[in-house]
């Protein structure tokens, strides 16, 4: 029998894993609610022609592709299959993928049932999404994304309102954080200003890129792009700028350029009276290497002045998306969102110690008893507590008290309580709290009132 294992880039998690993972999940949805986003669900499966020109052509390398049913290769193109061109053969044996991301799918949704929900529209949605990266640290080809999108409006005011539900989310985790601001118009103004227009997409392929292999080899990037090396040093002066001014001053021939500067400014000016947990900056190498997006562009990552040992990319991102709806039917239908990476963000919390202690309680209260009609009491006593909305549980039978209190503490309770013949006899419930040693007798009445308090 061979030994049990997984996909790579995907995991396993353990009950205290996903109560931690479930404690992000709450956060961050009580903050979309807050807000007025409304929850919407799409299928994990989705048409490879919904998928595929979205992304880009890194983007749809990365796409998992399903196979047919049935025998696939029936009707697999004769000629690609006789020459083993797996491109070309791709359209006739699969018509389907798994989804990159959530929100190219929630534009297929906006298309499908615009005449079901009202614009602007807010959604929020925490699913599972899949891409065929290479696996490493804080990288995986299953992960979890928590969206919040709005789209039918082209007010900057929600690009303002995403940036607030950024900070106050890390807030409430505890995780320091920087969120990076740029916008696609600037970028498209440098590469005007560089005289690159047509090498746009090529050029933020590659700027996306500065974090992982470089100044130099970004370089090498642009000017295999067809650029000479004189116009890639000015992309890459221009982008090392870090105030909103100074590259104005830089961009003042570029109207698209200019453009971006007054959309960044007026963000800025929605955020003027709003008070800041976290830091924002401006960063002029953020592309977001994504092809949909438009305008103001957004990246997170932990702020390594607070974490200096953390090595970790972006933990959160988004940005505006002009007219993504308009490939599937859907035209003049701007869009907003953002993205918070749920695995990283708990590495980074795991990693930096930042669950509270009381996250990894699973239930209130624990019972152990020492024979069979002790046993009969304390399960009474079990079902009244959950009949008042305590969670609580017993060890299933009269065990050796060493063995139900290892178990007990395996769970995680702060309390265990532990009934014997006096606690019967006396009506009363024994509970030894945990952390301290400390123990006292309780009526159920007292015990209800001490666990809801």
């Known amino acids: 029998m061979s030994k049990p294992s997984i996909a790579k880039g995907t995991r396993d998690f353990l009950p205290s894993e996903v109560i931690k993972r479930n404690y992000i999940f709450d956060h961050i949805k009580e903050v979309f609610k807050t807000y007025g986003y409304l929850p919407i669900e799409t299928p994990a499966i989705e048409l490879l022609q919904t998928l595929t020109g979205k992304y880009g052509d890194e983007g749809d390398k990365l796409l998992f592709k399903i196979l047919n049913n049935g025998d696939y290769l029936a009707k697999a193109n004769p000629e690609a299959l006789a020459n083993k061109d797996s ?99 600037i970028l498209q103004g440098i590469a005007e200003v560089a005289g690159q227009s047509d090498s746009f997409i090529g050029i933020t392929v590659a700027i996306d890129k500065l974090d992982k292999i470089g100044r130099d080899k970004v370089a090498e990037e642009l000017i295999n792009l067809g650029m000479d090396a004189q116009a890639a040093d000015i992309i890459l002066e221009l982008i090392e700028i870090k105030e909103i001014e100074t590259i104005a001053t830089k961009l003042a021939s570029s109207k698209m350029g200019m453009l971006g500067v007054a959309e960044m400014r007026e963000v800025m000016d929605y955020m003027s009276d709003y008070t800041l947990n976290c830091k924002i900056e401006f960063d002029f190498t953020l592309a977001r290497g994504l ?65 509270p202690e009381s996250v990894t309680k699973s239930i209130d209260i624990f019972f152990v008893s020492f024979d069979d009609v002790s046993h009969r009491y304390a399960y009474k006593q079990v079902s009244a507590l959950r009949a008042a ?40 419930i024994a509970v030894k709290e945990m952390n301290t040693g400390d123990q006292g007798n309780y009526s159920l009445t007292e015990l209800i009132e001490k666990l809801t308090s």
């Open 389 to 428: 909305g305590i969670s609580a549980d017993l060890y299933p039978e009269a065990a050796k008290m060493k063995k139900q209190m290892k178990y007990a503490h395996g769970t995680g309770a702060p309390y265990v309580a532990i009934i014997g013949s006096d606690e019967v006899d006396a009506g009363i």
């Open 291 to 355: 092809s949909y997006y438009t305008g103001c562009i957004i990246e997170v990552v932990a702020d390594t002045t607070t974490y200096p040992d953390l090595r970790m990319g972006s933990i959160s991102g988004g940005g505006r998306y002009a007219d993504l709806t308009s490939m599937f039917g859907l035209k003049d239908m701007s869009g907003v969102g953002v993205s918070f990476g749920a695995e990283r963000i708990y590495d980074v919390m795991e990693e930096c110690n930042l669950f």
């Open 87 to 185: 491109n070309a053969m791709l359209s006739s044996i699969s018509r389907r993928g798994l989804r990159y991301d959530l929100t190219v799918p929630l534009a297929r949704y906006v298309s499908m049932h615009q005449n079901d929900i009202q614009f602007p529209f807010k959604r929020y949605a925490i699913q599972p999404v899949w891409r065929a990266d290479r696996p490493q640290k804080g990288r995986y080809q299953e992960f979890y994304q928590c969206d919040a999108d709005m789209v039918g409006s082209e007010s900057l005011m929600y690009e303002a309102e995403l940036l607030q539900i950024l900070d106050t989310v890390y807030n409430r985790l505890g995780i320091d954080v920087i969120i990076k601001l740029n916008n696609r118009k």
